[in-house]
């Protein structure tokens, strides 16, 4: 696909490390329900039907059902065994779709909603600020949350909540933040702005944290969309590229009177990073955030690099009822996109922000309105420079790049002064600053 001449020169450098020695301990994710039950054969196709009409936001092919590829000579088949209802595969950077199936279809998105929720309110909390939380902050979490055992009473910095967020996928730590944010109902009603800014045009927020609400669905391309958003952020790298961290416990007082207060290990429920008993840490692995409840199924966003190539993708409710299916589904259509990058024709692509000048050249994708004045408040995280799994990652805690090294032997790294996951149609602000 042609790039203007203000195409951004990415250099990409992958560095070979000797595999270490890494013991994990597993934990069992919690969360808001358990997947319904259903066994069809890896081959069958997922039984329940598509709406007829969906949107064509990225590319008329997009709002088609059923899968769209555009396969050349030498490309690899897609593979037969993905029982998903809705999923995409997308190049992180140019923001082409390589395969897509019922990509805009509008489905519950459980806890992937969670990108929105971090990729909204992120930026307006500096992490060393402290908050004391009160009762009516932990109201109103639904039964069966998934929760990273947040007490009342007790003090957290923003920095601790926002790793119960992306690893413990903690219903109370977003709750907390929306509380600082002004309460549940505002923080709604900012992540429905920022969604519709991001064109993200099937996402209907009725709960931050993406527990099961009727009228509450997102979509394959929305999702990546956010993911996409927050991956320009450097603190949204660094929270969803962590394996585990130290999280603070209750205050108590010991035998002598004394007040102390210990910590607890969270670990990620990202099981492509982390890794099962059934699933391996993939290879280039760097987050993004995987979600479960009883509407929903499974639902899972991740982005991986190899060999100098971002993949993102999005899998939204996996047929197949096996442990981790979601994972592996994503895992082999990652595996293809690596294979297919290049020798496919792209059926569509991620779509700009509203008002971002993205300097297309005629023919692409572009929308309505696409002139309008560009605000930054909403961005607030300038976006880095810094290997996105190998960022700096949280005190006591341990990063996806971590987990790169010692299983895969992989290092996902970018030169100084190149950025990761750029729309090469579609640069930040900060990014057009620094370009000129």
Not at 157 to 175: E, K, M, Q, Y
Not at 368 to 376: D, E, I, L, R
Not at 410 to 431: E, H, K
Request: hydrophobic residues 35%.
């Amino acid at each position: 696909m042609p790039v203007t001449k203000k195409t951004i020169r990415r250099s990409m450098l992958v560095t070979s490390a000797t595999l270490l020695s890494l013991s994990l301990t597993t934990t069992v994710p919690v969360f808001a329900a358990d997947k319904p039950s259903s066994s069809p054969s890896p081959t069958t196709s997922p039984s329940a039907t598509p709406p007829a009409n969906m949107s064509t936001v990225g590319g008329a092919r997009l709002g088609q059902a059923g899968t769209q590829v555009d396969l050349g000579a030498s490309a690899p088949v897609l593979p037969k065994d993905v029982t998903a209802r809705s999923w995409i595969v997308t190049d992180a950077e140019s923001g082409d779709v390589l395969a897509a199936h019922n990509a805009h279809w509008r489905l519950p998105p459980a806890s992937t909603l969670k990108m929105l929720f971090a990729d909204t309110v992120l930026p307006k909390f500096p992490k060393t600020e402290q908050h004391k939380v009160a009762v009516t902050d932990l109201s109103g979490i639904g039964a069966g949350s998934s929760m990273v055992g947040i007490k009342e009473e007790e003090t957290y910095t923003v920095h601790d909540l926002w790793l119960g967020v992306f690893l413990r996928s903690g219903n109370d730590a977003v709750h907390v933040l929306s509380a600082m944010n002004g309460g549940v109902e505002q923080t709604v009603k900012d992540m429905q702005a920022h969604a519709e800014d991001l064109q993200a045009l099937d996402t209907h927020v009725v709960s931050p944290d993406g527990y099961d609400q009727p009228g509450q669905v997102s979509s394959a391309y929305d999702l990546t969309l956010f993911a996409r958003s927050g991956l320009q952020k450097k603190d949204f790298r660094e929270y969803c590229s962590t394996v585990r961290a130290k999280f603070p416990g209750e205050t108590k007082k010991n035998d002598k009177g004394k007040t102390t207060r210990d910590s607890f290990e969270i670990q990620n429920t990202n099981r492509l990073l982390t890794g099962d008993t059934d699933v391996s840490t993939y290879q280039g692995i760097a987050g993004v955030k995987n979600g479960n409840t009883t509407n929903a199924g499974a639902t899972f966003t991740g982005v991986a690099e190899r060999n100098g190539k971002v993949l993102l993708v999005t899998v939204m409710n996996p047929e197949k009822d096996e442990h981790n299916e979601v994972y592996k589904e994503a895992a082999r259509l990652l595996d293809w996109g690596f294979s297919a990058a290049g020798k496919v024709t792209p059926v569509g692509e991620l779509v700009p922000p509203k008002g971002v000048d993205t300097g297309a050249q005629a023919g692409a994708t572009a929308s309505a309105g696409s002139n309008t004045p560009v605000s930054t408040g909403d961005r607030g995280t300038k976006a880095s420079s810094k290997p996105v799994a190998a960022a700096a990652a949280a005190k006591d805690g341990s990063s996806g790049i971590g987990i790169a090294l010692a299983i895969t032997g992989g290092l996902l790294a970018l030169v100084a002064g190149a950025v990761f996951l750029v729309n090469r149609r579609w640069p930040l602000p900060d990014l057009m600053r620094r370009r000129h």
